[in-house]
């Protein structure tokens, strides 16, 4: 299992198109964020400005770690590489396995790297501007921890996808399209069906929520939201797996 | 060595390789030899657990692929010297491929060596030549030092040269002992590669055996005669029931032997110029063999 796993970390980190896509989803949340707390009034910042600002810009570099999840799968099958892999490892939940833990970190990383970041540079815009000093913010560590963690499972989502259509663009558009058309679509339909608010079921959107220094009020709670979300893409990842296993390669 | 039991492989309704057993030895090259189209890649994808099949089992000194733990150390495959990613390094690409088998990343460098690529070892492999990605190809089958080395056609695209290079490999890999099968369509290449042949047709084993017999078997042998009385030699074969065409100044007797012939034109006082037995080519031998199994039967098989 361990030689799988540095094989896929291997893979990975040899492919320009992924380095790139590494970099650029750490780069533009930063420059979001950083951005925003340079222009921002001074007035107008608070102990919660910087962290919200942080976990705010945390949906795109989730996205972006995401495309880098389906990356990785589709590039095997669009350049041939993927039965060099399957006969080199003939068992394909562990080649799954490998290449989920491997983007799983990387993607928990490439987060890590934005909070890291966006904090250190982030608080020295703010001590060089004219602003009061600053409480911490309670809830700025749990809503940071939940966006590294959001890292870890939307690369897996991504991979997913990717091993289920084989395919980059159809994969990244499903990507996409699911948080941002689909979960709405599908929500804003159920919610004029039921008076319940349904947005909270919608798993995508749930995992998006569990990022927020404040919470919306009727959902599942930080912890809960986000192993909602865990929950969706380990089936979706288990399904995707099935399908490596049973199709030829 | 390789122990290939009633494989079958199904696309739905069509059945693409069926019921097909051969065995590969060590210590020589089998050709695995087909029309295109004829289920040589599926048998070889199947084989190594890339295709599922649906009856059958293919064993590598008994174990079956799956059941490998390193399988590179026992198997060296290459199916397509296309499988790599373009903007990989050389190096690169064999270093992930070793690192999945626990080799080091000493052994990248040695096959990089010993297949001549050590100098472009730092280049993507999207600027290599077909012949240099046909070498990395054979450095990957190498890495493991496998016994068993399965390469499906090889040749095909490569100028003379790297024709020449990997016909040289792959004597060379037989000549140490291992097993080695190669395919390709063209019995042409194979005579000059393969010990052994499995030819197959429409998924179908049709002969295993050593290319002299397969030759000896199939290729057509005809007597030719050049003769100044020829048209009585003919009308007089023609009269005992031979089957005789004639060209413009020769005849060709088919389905006997040259003794026959000569003593019939010496018993009937025939001078003979020209009195001689020829044997059909390899092509022709293979054509006849599969001719009922091609699966795609091109405008050109009139002209053959």
């Given at each position: 299992m361990i030689a799988t796993i540095r094989s896929e970390w291997i893979k990975l980190r040899t492919v320009r198109s992924n380095v790139t896509t590494a970099i650029v989803a750490v780069?533009?949340?930063?420059?979001?964020?950083?951005?925003s707390v340079t222009f921002m009034g001074e007035n107008n910042i608070d102990s919660g400005t910087l962290p919200?600002?942080?976990?705010g810009s945390g949906s795109v570099a989730v996205l972006l770690i995401g495309v880098l999840?389906?990356?990785?799968?589709?590039?095997?099958?669009s350049q041939g590489t993927i039965r060099l892999t399957l006969a080199a490892t003939p068992s394909r939940p562990r080649v799954y396995l490998a290449k989920a833990v491997v983007v799983a970190l990387l993607g928990a990383a490439l987060t890590g790297l934005v909070v890291l970041i966006g904090n250190v540079v982030g608080s020295a815009i703010i001590d060089a501007r004219d602003v009061p000093a600053l409480d911490s913010n309670p809830d700025a560590a749990p809503a940071f921890l939940a966006m590294i963690l959001m890292g870890a499972v939307v690369a897996v989502l991504g991979m997913a996808i990717g091993a289920l259509t084989r395919n980059p663009p159809s994969a990244i558009t499903t990507l996409v399209l699911w948080p941002l058309l689909v979960e709405g679509i599908v929500g804003g339909l159920l919610s004029l069906a039921f008076d319940d608010d349904v947005a909270r079921w919608m798993p995508f959107q749930s995992g998006l929520n569990s990022m927020f220094l404040e919470l919306p009020e009727d959902g599942f709670g930080r912890w809960g939201s986000l192993g909602y979300f865990a929950a969706w893409v380990l089936f979706v990842s288990l399904i995707a797996e099935r399908s490596l296993k049973r199709r030829d390669a | 060595m390789i122990t290939v039991e009633g494989l079958t492989k199904k696309y739905g309704s069509t059945v693409a390789v069926d019921d097909l057993s051969f065995t590969v030895e060590p210590g020589v090259v089998t050709g695995f030899l087909g029309p295109n189209g004829s289920?040589?890649?599926?048998?070889?994808?199947?084989?190594?657990?890339?295709?599922?099949?649906?009856?059958?089992?293919?064993?590598?000194?008994?174990?079956?692929?799956?059941s490998l733990r390193a399988p590179l150390h026992e198997v060296g495959t290459l199916?397509?010297?296309?499988?790599?990613?373009?903007?990989?390094?050389?190096?690169?690409?064999?270093?992930?491929?070793a690192a999945s088998n626990g080799l080091p990343v000493k052994r990248v460098d040695e096959v990089l060596e010993i297949v001549g690529l050590q100098q472009v070892a730092k280049k993507r492999v999207g600027q290599f030549s077909l012949g240099m990605k046909q070498r990395l190809g054979i450095a990957s089958v190498l890495l493991g030092d496998?016994?068993?080395?399965?390469?499906?056609?090889?040749a095909n695209g490569l100028d003379p040269e790297g024709i020449r290079w990997i016909r040289e490999m792959l004597?060379?890999?037989?000549?140490?002992?291992?097993a080695v099968l190669v395919s390709s369509h063209l019995?042409?290449?194979?005579?000059?590669?393969?010990?052994?042949?499995?030819?197959?047709?429409?998924?179908r084993l049709i002969e295993q055996c050593t290319v002299d017999q397969f030759i000896s078997r199939h290729a057509k042998k005809w007597v030719v005669v050049r003769s100044p009385q020829l048209g009585n030699l003919v009308d007089l074969a023609r009269a005992k029931g031979l089957q005789v065409a004639t060209n413009e100044n020769t005849a060709e007797f088919h389905g006997v032997e040259s003794a026959v012939v000569g003593e019939l034109a010496a018993g009937n006082g025939i001078v003979l110029h020209e009195l001689s037995t020829q044997t059909g080519s390899l092509e022709d031998a293979f054509l006849e063999a599969t001719a009922l199994s091609v699966e795609y039967h091109g405008l050109s098989e009139s002209a053959t």
């Open positions: 780069l533009i949340p930063l420059a979001i964020s950083l951005l919200g600002f942080i976990v999840g389906v990356l990785c799968v589709t590039q095997e099958y | 289920g040589k890649s599926t048998t070889m994808r199947c084989m190594i657990g890339l295709d599922r099949m649906q009856a059958g089992r293919a064993l590598f000194d008994g174990k079956s692929y799956s199916l397509d010297a296309g499988n790599a990613h373009s903007g990989r390094t050389a190096r690169n690409h064999l270093r992930w491929m496998p016994r068993v080395v399965i390469l499906d056609e090889p004597k060379h890999l037989a000549l140490q002992g291992r019995l042409s290449e194979m005579a000059l590669i393969a010990d052994s042949l499995v030819v197959i047709g429409k998924g």
